[in-house]
């Protein structure tokens, strides 16, 4: 079993930053891909960035330049910088890692835009 667990969310005025932290536990060898997915009111969950154990990233399109996800293997962290944030970023975010074909879940963080 992996458990994950969120940190860094909270209430950020439009244009500004955040850096989410994913802190994972457990069976924590061989985690493959790890990845930060949101959801918004009303809306599908979708994936915002992926990042592999060798380092490869992925991003949705919408974040692509103004968020940069990376892990630190050694202390089993994944973090997700979120710059230039709109009202279109406010979701709960979910941190998501992989092992051995078993997906696993956070329970969430609350990214709010407002001013």
């Known amino acids: 079993q992996v458990q994950l667990v969120e940190s860094g969310g909270g209430l950020v005025q439009p244009g500004g930053s955040l850096r989410l932290s994913c802190a994972a536990s457990?069976?924590?060898?061989?985690?493959?891909?790890m990845a930060w997915y949101r959801q918004a009111p009303g809306k599908q969950r979708e994936l915002v960035a992926g990042?592999?154990?060798?380092?490869?990233?992925n991003y949705a399109d919408s974040v692509k330049d103004r968020f940069t996800i990376s892990r630190d293997n050694a202390k089993n962290l994944v973090y997700l910088q979120m710059n230039s944030l709109n009202a279109e970023d406010m979701a709960v975010y979910y941190c998501?890692?992989?092992?051995?074909?078993?997906?696993?879940w956070g329970k969430g963080t609350l990214v709010t835009v407002s001013s």
């Open positions: 457990g069976d924590v060898l061989s985690i493959g891909r």
């Open positions: 998501h890692a992989s092992r051995y074909g078993v997906n696993y």
């Open positions: 990042i592999t154990r060798s380092g490869s990233t």
